[in-house]
């Protein structure tokens, strides 16, 4: 056991005091989410409807599509989970995402993870949606629209290659479920 003086005492009581003030105090004062985020807002949810599209080995493929989106850090970081399912019940995809924000240059980051592979791409807001583009091989480009409209969610993936027209990849068409208190929920409490 350590020896203490009471100024050693005194100093401790004060720190905790100030942690104590301090802590509610900054949560108070949180600013309110950012302009930019709330427009994503129409994506959260939970969706659930069909994905077709053609696979690295060119076959076509169909399956069940799941979306959840919700946000964390007052609503600063979108996170969003996709997952396909097989007819029988198996999962054929999952991927996971995060969105924020830069208020200076009013643009947005995503970064993606999905089948060992991960990336940091630019995404930008549509009036009712999202579009962002990850590189797809030398000059070429997968670009996902994203178009939300009364509870539907539609999204297209394209191969975009210099010098061909676009080619469809991907179609998902969503119906929205309900709301989700994911991930936010649940935190892991003192």
């Known amino acids: 056991m350590k020896n203490t003086t009471p100024l050693t005492n005194m100093l401790s009581g004060a720190l905790l005091i100030a942690l104590l003030w301090v802590g509610p105090?900054?949560?108070?004062?949180?600013?309110?989410?950012?302009?930019?985020?709330?427009?994503?807002?129409?994506?959260?949810?939970?969706?659930?409807?069909?994905?077709?599209?053609?696979?690295?080995?060119?076959?076509?493929?169909?399956?069940r599509q799941t979306e959840r989106v919700g946000s964390m850090l007052n609503g600063d970081v979108l996170v969003i989970e996709g997952r396909g399912y097989r007819p029988d019940g198996t999962l054929a995809f999952n991927a996971l995402g995060t969105v924020s924000s830069d208020e200076k240059t009013g643009g947005y980051e995503m970064r993606a993870y999905a089948q060992g592979r991960s990336g940091t791409y630019r995404m930008e807001s549509t009036k009712n949606g999202v579009i962002w583009e990850i590189p797809a091989g030398p000059q070429a480009t997968m670009r996902y629209t994203i178009t939300i409209e009364s509870g539907l969610w539609h999204e297209v993936g394209e191969y975009l290659a210099k010098d061909q027209p676009p080619r469809q990849m991907i179609e998902m068409k969503l119906k929205r479920t309900g709301d989700t208190d994911w991930p936010a929920a649940q935190p892991v409490t003192p």
């Open 25 to 63: 105090a900054t949560a108070q004062n949180a600013p309110a989410q950012s302009t930019l985020m709330q427009k994503l807002d129409i994506m959260k949810g939970t969706w659930v409807g069909e994905a077709k599209g053609i696979g690295r080995d060119g076959k076509q493929y169909v399956v």
